[in-house]
């Protein structure tokens, strides 16, 4: 190292002696020796000027350029002092920058290493709230359709502030006087490095409690703070805090400085308090009040309900001198019901009367029974008159009927067939009818009206015809030439 620093006074001196005993350096060397005496010359210095080109890069180092109008310096910040930075870099945000300048051999380029990051002036913090208040109003963050009611009395609240401040004081003080409620406190930082993320912590740590474990889930959230200058209240102007808020399912009152303090989180919230104390205010009503209202409000239920009774007594007493008096309604229809009574008593008795006079016209015009019976005996007396006399002839009719029929039945007898010199000829299967299939030699029978002969169909000697075993009847005996036909 000290030989390139002599190298460099030996180039110097020998350019004024001449070119010629110019010595000579490696790319390197002059790399290094530049990086020293930028290191030297600029330790520690504050530079201020405009983000412009911010990344940041997978290993967690932010890369950047500050510039003004006339020159830019390239910027590093490694990861370490990046995590530590009071402020979320970004392009166009004017800053004051702490750290020392080196090169940057690799490239020929000189650059600042940051070790701290600050807002230049309040000018350029209210440029950049402005900046972020657009941004996140253009993600609807800010929309008064998402925000919520407020519990009329609420039975938790949850407080999100510095437990060791006036301003967790003065709520509890003024809950106390108001309306007394159950109060968690969730303490966080108000300010500096770790503010932001620990009030968006504590935001979505009361909205995950389900009641379990002791605790119970808050009705209502207060995110509070005394008031401070722009810086001391950048903690809620951060987009971590405002994100929480507006994603919030607990109602949230912020309540975030005095009355002239406005933050990015009094826009997301529900509803905004100009001071802590108003938060408390807005959180539960007055319950002296209350009290007023329902002894106000009972007075005038029982003046309306008095009122409301008397209207209608009236209404009845109107009403009830339009009908007649009960008892001339009863005595009226008393009267009534004794004439409905008697006249049916008349009307029953005119029935009778009237069915009496019937029966009895009727019964006139009947024959008494004697003479009915008078009238029968003499019919059954002709009767049987008629009787005796027909009684010799019912035999005689049917005998004469059964002689007519016995003189027909002979007529068609096959007797007489035979009485006129006809025959019946008998074979072996009994009486033939026709020539047709009969054998010559048959055994035959003829038959005549005064008897039977065997005859030999063809002529010749009869052929012996087996015996019949016919079941209908049975061969000729003695004493019975013709046999039975059963």
């Known amino acids: 190292m000290t030989d390139s620093l002599n190298k460099a006074d030996s180039a110097q001196a020998s350019a004024e002696d001449g070119a010629g005993n110019?010595?000579?350096?490696?790319?390197?060397?002059i790399s290094q020796a530049v990086k020293r005496t930028l290191e030297q010359r600029f330790d520690r210095v504050r530079v201020r000027g405009e983000i412009s080109g911010f990344k940041r890069a997978a290993s967690g180092h932010l890369y950047m350029a500050l510039k003004d109008d006339k020159a830019v310096l390239d910027a590093v910040c490694w990861r370490g002092v990046a995590g530590r930075l009071g402020l979320q870099p970004e392009d166009g945000m004017e800053v004051v920058a702490v750290g020392r300048v080196t090169s940057y051999p690799g490239r020929s380029k000189y650059?600042?290493?940051?070790?701290?990051l600050e807002l230049a002036g309040e000018g350029a913090l209210l440029k950049l709230l402005e900046d972020r208040r657009r941004k996140l109003a253009a993600e609807g963050l800010f929309d008064e359709a998402r925000k919520k009611p407020l519990p009329f009395l609420p039975e938790v609240i949850g407080v999100v502030t510095s437990p060791t401040g006036a301003v967790i004081r003065d709520i509890l003080h003024r809950l106390r006087d108001r309306f007394p409620r159950r109060v968690l406190v969730w303490p966080v930082l108000v300010q500096g490095e770790g503010a932001a993320e620990q009030v968006a912590a504590a935001i979505a740590g009361f909205n995950a409690l389900d009641g379990t474990a002791g605790l119970p889930r808050p009705d209502l959230l207060i995110v509070a703070r005394g008031g401070g200058s722009l810086e001391d209240l950048w903690a809620f102007n951060e987009d971590v805090v405002v994100r929480a808020a507006a994603a919030s399912a607990i109602p949230l009152i912020s309540a975030v400085g005095h009355e002239t303090d406005t933050t990015l989180i009094d826009y997301a919230a529900d509803r905004r308090a100009p001071t802590p104390t108003a938060a408390a205010e807005i959180a539960v009503p007055l319950r002296r009040d209350l009290l007023a209202n329902v002894t106000d409000l009972e007075r005038r239920m029982l003046a309306g309900a008095g009122r409301l009774l008397d209207e209608r007594r009236t209404l009845v007493e109107g009403l009830g001198r339009g009908l007649p008096e009960p008892q001339r309604i009863l005595e009226e229809l008393s009267q009534r019901l004794d004439d409905r009574a008697e006249r049916l008593g008349n009307a029953l008795r005119g029935l009778l009367r009237d069915r009496a006079a019937t029966l009895a016209r009727l019964a006139a015009?009947?024959?008494?029974?004697?003479?009915?019976?008078?009238?029968?005996?003499?019919?059954?007396?002709?009767?049987?008159?008629?009787?005796?006399?027909?009684?010799?002839?019912?035999p005689i009719e049917p005998g004469r009927h059964l002689e007519t029929l016995a003189r027909v039945l002979d007529s068609v007898s096959h007797k007489k067939v035979l009485a006129r010199g006809f025959a019946l000829v008998h074979g072996p299967a009994g009486v033939i009818m026709r020539r047709e299939g009969l054998a010559a030699g048959t055994a035959l029978e003829l038959e005549f009206a005064d008897g039977k002969t065997p005859a030999v169909a063809g002529g010749g000697t009869p052929v012996k015809a087996p015996k019949a075993s016919s079941p209908k009847g049975s061969p000729p005996s003695p004493n019975n030439p013709q046999g039975t036909l059963l």
Do not use: K, M, N, T
């Open 22 to 29: 110019l010595p000579e350096f490696s790319v390197s060397e």
């Open 111 to 116: 650059q600042i290493v940051i070790e701290s």
């Open 365 to 394: 015009g009947l024959p008494h029974p004697r003479q009915q019976l008078a009238f029968a005996r003499e019919r059954l007396d002709g009767e049987s008159r008629r009787l005796l006399r027909a009684g010799p002839q019912i």
